[in-house]
Structures are given as structure tokens and as C-alpha cells.
């Protein structure tokens, strides 16, 4: 079965833009969590929706929001952008909060 | 701060010995999982053990885990050039009722052909 699709891969955006990351999350697959890498942070967990339902959120300023759709499919979007919010973007899909989480190839953001 | 912390933090090795890498975590989990990372690229799932599980093994791939010590291993036998990447362990935390995977910072592996 097709794996976790992200759109786009790659994105270069100028600071005070915003953002829409698109999270396709493996078929069947109800759980969805996104998480910013950055090369000096690592992983950091962004925040999980479930059935909707947002019911985890990382430690990231309100311009990260996401939602998810009642196909699963998920949306991030960050407002006004800053240089910092420069990273490989992830999102990740599993059935069940215990069970294994599968990641996209991720959205890489750039911004100028 | 962390949950998972993984050591070292960057391995070098001849193609065809074994590699180790550690994790240790913080709080009580209900299961671990490793991951690999080809240069900035997705994560692949490796191995997911749980809390009631000593360990593990996928092909060329051991994983344990140790509940008292709070650490997991893994271990990479027969090394190939191929297995070259970022491998980092993720565990769940219990978070407003429900569990979030938090990761470590990962142990950049190299193998020499």
C-alpha cells in the first residue's frame, strides 16, 4: 500500500509569509503527527491529530496550526515565517498511538 | 529536554564489523522504536520493541531493551556501506492523557567500503 505522501518536497518561501504543508498519512492510518528537524534542535515533536482531533501539541509559538481532515489527511501551516522556521518538516502516520508511526519524505522549507 | 539521548553521537567503522548504538530515556514508556535517516531524508522504521519485551531482532538488526536501566541498543551486525545514515531511537511519553513520540538526537553511522 502507498506509503506517507508530503507536498511539496521543497519550498522557498520570504520571511512574513505563510505556509500550508500537506500530510497524506498511509490508508487506514487515523493518527498524524508532524515534527520540525532542524539541524541544531533535532526532532522536535510539533503537535498529533487523531480522528480530527488535535490531542498533543509541542512547545512551538501559536503561528504553528495545523488540522486534519475526516479522510485523516493533514494540513500544517505556519504564519508569519520567520528565518528560523527553516527545516525538513515530517509527518508521520500510524494506526494507533502504540502502534508504528511511518514518516513522509518530509517538506523541506526554506526561507529568505 | 530529551526524552531519548543516543550515544555516541557519530560512529565510524569498517564495512563487515558490527555496530553499536545506544538510547537512554527518562520516564516509563509503553514502547521504543529506531529509525534511520538517509541525509535530511524521511525516517524508515526499523524496529519498534515494547515494554515487556527484552528483545528483538530484524534480519541484521538486534535491538534491546533494558526497563530498569531505561536504555535500548542497537545493533547492526555484518555492516555494509549501504547502512551508512542516522539512526535515532524514539520513545512515547505520556502527554495530556495520551502518548507523543519524542526522539533523541541521533548517532550518525559511516561505514567504510
Known amino acids: 500500500k502507498a506509503g506517507v505522501t508530503q507536498t511539496p518536497r521543497y519550498l522557498i518561501k520570504t520571511r512574513g509569509q505563510q505556509v500550508t504543508l500537506s500530510c497524506s498519512p498511509i490508508s487506514g492510518h487515523r493518527s498524524v503527527s508532524w515534527y520540525q528537524q532542524t539541524p541544531g534542535q533535532g526532532l522536535q515533536f510539533l503537535f498529533e491529530y487523531f480522528s480530527e482531533t488535535q490531542r498533543n501539541k509541542g512547545n512551538f509559538p501559536g503561528r504553528f496550526s495545523g488540522r486534519q481532515f475526516s479522510n485523516s489527511r493533514s494540513e500544517m501551516n505556519v504564519s508569519t515565517l520567520e528565518l528560523g522556521d527553516s527545516a525538513l518538516y515530517l509527518c508521520?502516520?500510524?494506526?494507533?498511538?502504540?502502534?508504528?508511526?511511518?514518516f513522509g519524505q518530509g517538506t523541506r522549507l526554506t526561507v529568505v | 529536554s530529551q526524552q531519548g539521548e543516543e550515544d555516541p553521537q557519530a560512529l565510524s567503522i569498517q564495512e563487515g564489523e558490527n555496530a553499536t548504538m545506544n538510547c537512554s530515556y527518562k520516564?516509563?514508556?509503553?514502547?521504543l522504536q529506531w529509525y534511520r535517516q538517509n541525509s535530511g531524508r524521511g525516517l524508515v522504521h526499523l524496529i519498534l520493541?515494547?515494554?515487556?519485551?527484552r528483545e528483538k531482532h530484524s534480519g541484521r538488526l538486534r535491538v534491546t531493551l533494558d526497563t530498569s536501566k531505561k536504555s535500548s541498543s542497537l545493533l547492526i551486525t555484518a555492516s555494509r556501506a549501504a547502512d551508512t545514515a542516522s539512526y535515532f531511537c524514539a520513545t512515547d511519553a505520556l502527554a495530556s492523557g495520551t502518548y507523543k513520540y519524542i526522539f533523541g538526537t541521533g548517532t550518525r553511522l559511516k561505514v567504510l567500503a
Open positions: 520516564t516509563s514508556i509503553n514502547n
Open positions: 508521520a502516520s500510524s494506526f494507533t498511538e502504540y502502534s508504528e508511526a511511518f
Open positions: 520493541i515494547r515494554s515487556n519485551e
